[in-house]
């Protein structure tokens, strides 16, 4: 079944950096446009960051650009986000999965990213 396993989460002081990194597994990820999302207390999921599955292909949230970049290894099947410059607005429990409509029901458990002095 498909399956993702978020890591790399943890306690940072602003400007500071953290790299998350997604094994998925259940499916073929070399195919698949792929996502990070983010979602904070009381807020609703939303997309950080996403890149295609050829071509390195790449977008990002306004409130990351520039500070944030999403990257993958199709060998791996692993996915990173290199968050840089943190802001305490950064504090989430981040996920993976797939872009839109190729989002699969299945999430993973997430990573914690608190961004606190």
């Known amino acids: 079944q498909v399956q993702f396993v978020e890591t790399g989460g943890g306690l940072v002081q602003p400007g500071g950096s953290l790299r998350l990194s997604c094994a998925a597994s259940?499916?073929?990820?070399?195919?698949?446009?792929m996502s990070w999302y983010r979602q904070a207390p009381g807020k609703e999921r939303e997309v950080v960051a996403a890149?295609?599955?050829?071509?390195?292909?790449?977008m990002y949230a306004d409130s990351v650009k520039g500070r944030f970049t999403i990257s993958r290894d199709n060998a791996k099947n692993t996915l990173y986000l290199q968050m840089n410059s943190l802001k305490p607005e950064d504090t989430a429990v981040y996920y993976c999965?797939?872009?839109?409509?190729?989002?699969?029901?299945?999430w993973g458990q997430g990573t914690q990213v608190t961004v606190s002095s």
């Open positions: 890149i295609a599955s050829v071509g390195g292909s790449t």
């Open positions: 999965n797939g872009f839109g409509s190729n989002s699969y029901s299945s």
């Open positions: 259940g499916f073929t990820f070399s195919t698949h446009t």
